[in-house]
């Protein structure tokens, strides 16, 4: 049973543009969600993330949207940058059932074009 | 930079070795993670210390053996490994395993392949 589900295998966007990656998650008890970044040979790097309490958090060019109604939350990238070309994950966790353990997803490979 | 730092980058052993990776942070966390990452798949969690202490291990087969020396090191002993157990071996640190909204920093990982 997937509880942390990207739909997306693959995004393609143009430099400059909005990139809108889509992180869908079936476990009620998630509280705590987090994007991470991977480039190839290296380990993921964290993003940023966003408490249940909350429906918006920015940092810069990336923002992260929580509508728990959905249970759903999207990372968007605004604008874009050939940098950014790399494999996002989205994860979760259940403070007070299971600690720091993080629920992945399969991952989403984005590819931004020059 | 990453501030968790694993090695080797990169190993390979046969299946009759005894090798082992190890991981170091000096972010003053007191929980530490092994995952095992197969290639285009979300890391899976192997091992969590919290306070130097083995809280979870996801029925990983004792041909891993995790060990904590310290607050700051984390190694992970491998002897007897089998093909498929090559992947990337990554090492992650959390301020500590039972508090709330705390993201996991990951170091680079260690690509181990078995002959």
């Known amino acids: 049973d997937q509880q942390v589900k990207q739909n997306s295998p693959s995004l393609s966007v143009q430099e400059g543009r909005i990139s809108i990656l889509n992180c869908d998650y079936t476990?009620?008890?998630?509280?705590?969600f987090l994007w991470y970044k991977k480039y190839p040979a290296e380990g993921p790097t964290f993003l940023i993330s966003?408490?249940?309490?909350?429906d918006k958090n920015e940092d810069g060019r990336f923002t992260v949207f929580l509508n728990k109604s959905a249970k759903h939350l999207s990372l968007h990238i605004v604008p874009s940058q050939p940098g950014d070309s790399a494999v996002y994950f989205c994860?979760?966790?259940?403070?007070?059932?299971?600690?720091?353990?993080?629920?992945f997803g399969e991952g989403t490979q984005l590819t931004v074009n020059p | 930079d990453t501030e968790v730092t694993q090695t080797p980058k990169h190993l390979v052993m046969g299946m009759t070795n005894k090798k082992s990776l190890k991981c170091e942070q000096h972010?003053?966390?007191?929980?530490m993670y092994w995952y095992k990452q197969k290639a285009k798949k979300p890391p899976e969690l192997m091992f969590v210390?919290?306070?130097?202490?083995?809280?979870i291990n996801e029925s990983v087969p004792s041909r891993f053996s995790p060990e904590c020396p310290n607050s700051s090191l984390l190694n992970l002993h491998l002897h007897a490994l089998q093909p498929e157990d090559s992947a990337l071996y990554l090492c992650?640190?959390?301020?500590?395993?039972?508090?709330?909204?705390?993201?996991?920093?990951f170091g680079d990982g260690t690509r181990l392949s078995i002959l």
């Open positions: 992650a640190s959390s301020q500590d395993f039972d508090g709330d909204n705390q993201p996991q920093h």
């Open positions: 476990n009620s008890m998630f509280d705590y």
């Open positions: 966003i408490s249940s309490i909350k």
């Open positions: 994860a979760a966790s259940a403070y007070g059932t299971s600690g720091s353990r993080l629920t």
């Open positions: 972010m003053g966390h007191r929980a």
């Open positions: 210390y919290s306070y130097e202490k083995l809280s």
